[in-house]
T-cell receptor
């Protein structure tokens, strides 16, 4: 079946503009994550959705960042008034239900959106 | 707080064996995972250890020692296609069992 898809694959924007990034998770995956990866760095957790529960927004770096998810499907990450330090690859991942101590479900990643803020 | 340490870069020869270490500090440790990421690609899952010991999957093995807060990924019979970055990630009960990621180890394989 189809994997996780993200769009656009590349986005170049001017400082101060808003951008919206989209993620389509694997069908049936209730958990969805957004990460940021700067060049040569590890993954920085941004936000996590699990079904209809309140999202875990603890990783969002500022109030310019927000994300929504419609049910258990598409998610959008919005960055308002972009800054040059927002330049990075934004990765989305989905998995079967997380948050259970008794099981671990691997995360499946999309190809990412490379954001460049000029 | 939480922290993970892994070497930034490791070099090995094709056909050889290489070990990538990961040490962690967290009060809520619940498991250690490894992911592979090729340049320009997305991370892909390799292994998960919740209990002490060695887990083997083909040419790749992963080890965990909870008493030492330490784990490693062992790659055998290295192939050029194994050139990638390898990330360890700790599953943390204090973070709702989410993954806390290391900075990654870039594996360079020479012919």
């Amino acid at each position: 079946g189809a994997g996780v898809s993200q769009s656009p694959s590349n986005k170049v924007t001017e400082k101060g503009k808003d951008v919206e990034l989209r993620c389509d998770p694997i069908s049936g995956h209730t958990a969805l994550y957004w990460y940021r990866q700067r060049l040569g760095q590890g993954l920085e957790f941004l936000i996590y959705f699990q079904g209809n529960s309140a999202p875990d927004k603890s990783g969002l770096p500022s109030d310019r960042f927000s994300a929504e998810r419609t049910g258990e499907s598409v998610s959008t990450l919005t960055i308002q008034r972009t800054q040059q330090e927002d330049s990075a690859v934004y990765l989305c991942a989905s998995s079967l239900r997380q948050g259970l101590a008794t099981s671990y479900n691997e995360q499946f990643f999309g190809p990412g959106t490379r954001l460049t803020v000029l | 707080g939480q922290s993970l340490e892994q070497p930034s870069e490791v070099t090995a020869v094709e056909g050889a064996i290489v070990q990538i270490n990961c040490t962690y500090q967290t009060s809520g440790f619940y498991g250690l995972s490894w992911y592979q990421q090729h340049d320009g690609g997305a991370p892909t899952f390799l292994s998960y250890n919740a209990l002490d010991g060695l887990e083997e999957t083909g040419r790749f093995s992963s080890f965990l020692s909870r008493s030492d807060s330490y784990g490693y990924l062992l790659l055998q019979e290295l192939q050029m296609k194994d050139s990638a970055s390898y990330f360890c990630a700790v599953r943390d009960r204090n973070s709702n069992y989410q993954l806390i990621w290391g900075a990654g180890t870039k594996l360079i394989i020479k012919p």
